[in-house]
T-cell receptor
């Protein structure tokens, strides 16, 4: 079945760039998503990328998609303490979405 | 790894009827289960948090009498959409809390006609 994998934890210093990686198995995915979850809150959609794109940039966020390797990454430039959260990678289409387990990003002041 | 099995994956129902969505944790005990809904091109919205053996906690604006959540066992949580209307058509997804993260069901696409 479909599977999405991501590392559990990432620690970076404030001001550095963070890169969160994700791999998926379903090559028929239409969309790939990044969600953010702050403590005690629900998931917030950060960005998504269509499967026919290689890159998408939105302010401090850059998403890279390597469809051949089924690898998705989220780069956060100039990471701030407010970026500390859990980040979920997800892939899917209209009918179904598969989530990764979440990467906890810790930003050290 | 820990898996949440969600059924059905899609359902079409008539206005006024009720629909039950099930989420089962297959190889772990889900003390806490979260229920989300998602409208097209929007974020997942947390509807409620259910804890095994107690009443669910609903987010503001979510009608608890319309979206009935039951979490009677450590492996099963259900969401029943009562007297469904077309505006309830959405994507519903559950998530189980693990010690080290979260695991999600595959979602249910509900269409009310």
């Amino acid at each position: 079945g479909e599977d999405v994998e991501q590392s559990l934890f990432l620690s970076v210093r404030e001001g550095d760039s963070s890169v969160i990686n994700c791999t998926y198995t379903d090559s028929s995915s239409t969309y790939l998503y990044w969600y953010k979850q702050e403590p005690g809150a629900g998931l917030q959609l950060l960005t998504y990328i269509f499967s026919n794109m290689d890159m998408k940039q939105d302010q401090r966020l850059t998403v890279l998609l390597n469809k051949k390797d089924k690898h998705l990454s989220l780069r956060i430039a100039d990471t701030q303490t407010g970026d500390s959260a859990i980040y979920f990678c997800a892939e899917g289409g209209y009918q179904k979405v598969t989530f990764g387990i979440g990467t906890k990003l810790q930003v050290i002041p | 790894g820990a898996v949440v099995s969600q059924h059905p994956s899609w359902v079409i129902c008539k206005s006024g009827t009720s629909v039950k969505i099930e989420c089962r944790s297959l190889d772990f005990q889900a003390t806490t289960m979260f229920w989300y809904r998602q409208f097209p091109k929007q974020s997942l919205m947390l509807m409620a948090t259910s804890n095994e053996g107690s009443k669910a906690t609903y987010e503001q604006g979510v009608e608890k009498d319309k979206f009935l959540i039951n979490h009677a066992s450590l492996t099963l949580s259900t969401l029943t959409v009562t007297s469904a209307h077309p505006e309830d058509s959405s994507f519903y997804i559950c998530s189980g809390k693990l010690n080290y993260g979260y695991t999600f069901g595959s979602g249910t696409r509900l269409t009310v006609v």
